[in-house]
């Protein structure tokens, strides 16, 4: 499906506009992708439990969990969308960027993939020194290495499309990706056990270049030509690559403490991640569809209009995390047995996977921030440093938390580490805050802090009325108690964030009221 949104001016923040009708479509696609990750989950979690089999798999999954934020969304968007949108704005023929870009990309992605390859072993032993059975792990990490190829590629893809305002194929990635996992894991299960999930996620990185390729062919079409500044703008790849490796490292820090904890903590912490996360990839579509008119505005110089968008998108995507991160936090346990709790995944499973994931939401609002503000830093078309040394302070953070967790909390290490990863990711985010309040954004405080705080109290009301209403309806069938609490913590967030004047949530009603059938807008 191919969604084009070209505006000749400026987007008006309605209810018709382009970039509202491109978020909408990449938050369907998104959410259709979520729910199939749920599916693959639920499929993995039954299948095989939360036991040293789903461990190895986890920890070859750490490949391609560290190859999608750098190459997908990460690094190479960060890069790839303000070259491809400088391109656009000055009406440059994108193709002699790709024809400058891509050989040397894919040369790159291969190297890397063999390397991944040839040194599996001694990945796993890095990554969980304490792991009793490598075999299995080591097993899957080569055949799960393709996907840093097949990712990039797909980044790659997603990058040029999205600079020219197509972000209906890009979005569907994740459909096809999680496609292409489950269908792996019900055809090969019994014969392949848990490798076939690794088989799974081959195909789907295969998948998901497959399901962009036919619109980038259309849209931007061949190479064609070199662009010398298109290799000049790659030096700025090292400080995108490397901050986005070290937003990874908070992954890398929880399984190497969790791999010497007893069998099953890894698939704890990754099941109460998988499911936690959802609401903050979905907030960050905000951010994903205007980030291309971010760097347009800021490439045409008005920084005006930039600080408008930055302010708005952080609003916008701090609200929409805090108000699921109400429901989490009330609603853990209920939602992960209603998810897994089913075959090989037991009561205890679902009460030590849903601990991990209420204290791990306490941080989305901090991990919604950075995906937000970090892009602030990359759009002006020349390296920065500064996040870099910001998510370096908070994974160190992240560490040593997580290690005095382990050592001081028994019985309680995993929910220690999710501690450790939400208080880690909070000090990023406050410091890219800062970093934007004195970059040449000149983001003003004030209006950042009223853009953020309302929801946050917001967010602390209805997760508290949460709470209090959860035991009333412990009676009723999981789907109809959750469905109760849903609505009455988003009543609880959305009445408090309008007494405190959210201007993020008065748009979301008048945009919803805006799209009702026979309501007329002014």
């Known amino acids: 499906m191919t969604l084009t949104a070209r505006p000749s001016r400026p987007p008006r923040t309605t209810g018709g506009s382009p970039l509202l009708r491109a978020a909408s479509v990449t938050a369907a696609l998104v959410a259709l992708g979520s729910l199939l990750g749920f599916t693959r989950d639920l499929l993995l979690a039954r299948l095989f439990g939360a036991t040293h089999r789903t461990d190895a798999f986890l920890l070859a999954w750490t490949v391609p969990e560290t190859a999608a934020p750098l190459l997908i969304e990460g690094a190479m ?104 996992i489950i269908a792996c894991l019900a055809a090969f299960h019994d014969r392949l056990g848990v490798t076939a999930a690794a088989l799974g996620v081959a195909l789907g990185g295969l998948l998901m270049v497959a399901v962009q390729a036919p619109a980038f062919l259309r849209h931007v079409g061949p190479p064609r030509g070199p662009s010398a500044a298109a290799l000049v703008s790659l030096g700025a790849f090292a400080p995108i690559a490397a901050f986005t490796l070290l937003r990874q490292g908070q992954v890398y820090v929880e399984r190497f403490l969790a791999s010497s904890l007893p069998a099953g903590s890894i698939s704890h912490l990754n099941y109460a991640q998988k499911i936690a996360q959802v609401p903050m990839v979905l907030s960050l579509i905000v951010v994903t569809v205007s980030f291309p008119a971010l760097v347009r505005s800021v490439t045409a110089g008005d920084l005006p209009a930039a600080r408008r968008r930055i302010t708005g998108d952080l609003g916008l995507s701090g609200t929409i995390v805090l108000a699921a991160s109400a429901f989490l936090v009330a609603f853990s346990p209920e939602i992960v047995a209603l998810l897994l709790e089913q075959g090989e995944f037991t009561g205890a499973d679902t009460e030590a996977t849903a601990q991990i ?112 209403l959860r035991p009333l309806l412990g009676g009723l069938p999981a789907l109809a108690a959750l469905a109760l609490g849903a609505a009455a913590v988003a009543l609880v967030f959305t009445v408090v964030a309008a007494l405190t004047g959210s201007k993020e949530i008065t748009r979301m009603i008048g945009s919803m009221l805006g799209s009702m059938p026979g309501t007329r807008r002014t």
């Open 357 to 468: 994931m209420r204290v791990y939401s306490l941080g989305l609002l901090g991990q919604t921030v950075v995906g937000a503000a970090s892009r602030v830093f990359f759009c002006f078309g020349r390296p920065s440093w500064y996040p870099v040394a910001a998510m370096a302070a908070g994974l160190a953070a992240t560490a040593v938390l997580a290690v005095l967790a382990v050592t001081a909390a028994p019985a309680r290490e995993t929910a220690g580490i999710a501690a450790a990863n939400a208080a880690g990711i909070t000090l990023t985010a406050a410091a890219l805050l800062l970093g934007l309040r004195n970059s040449e954004t000149a983001l003003p405080a004030r209006a950042v802090a009223a853009a953020l705080g309302r929801p946050v109290l917001a967010a602390a009301a209805a997760g508290a009325a949460g709470l209090l």
């Open 77 to 180: 968007a960060f890069l790839l969308v303000p070259l491809f949108s400088r391109a656009v704005e000055r009406r440059e023929d994108i193709r002699r960027v790709v024809s400058a870009t891509l050989p040397h990309v894919l040369a790159a992605l291969v190297a890397v993939t063999a390397a991944t390859f040839l040194g599996a072993p001694l990945l796993v032993e890095v990554l969980a020194p304490g792991f009793a059975d490598p075999h299995l792990a080591v097993r899957c990490t080569r055949i799960v290495s393709v996907t840093v190829l097949l990712f990039g590629l797909a980044g790659y893809l997603s990058a040029a499309l999205r600079a020219h305002q197509v972000f209906g194929p890009p979005a569907a990635i994740h459909v096809a990706y999680n496609v292409g």
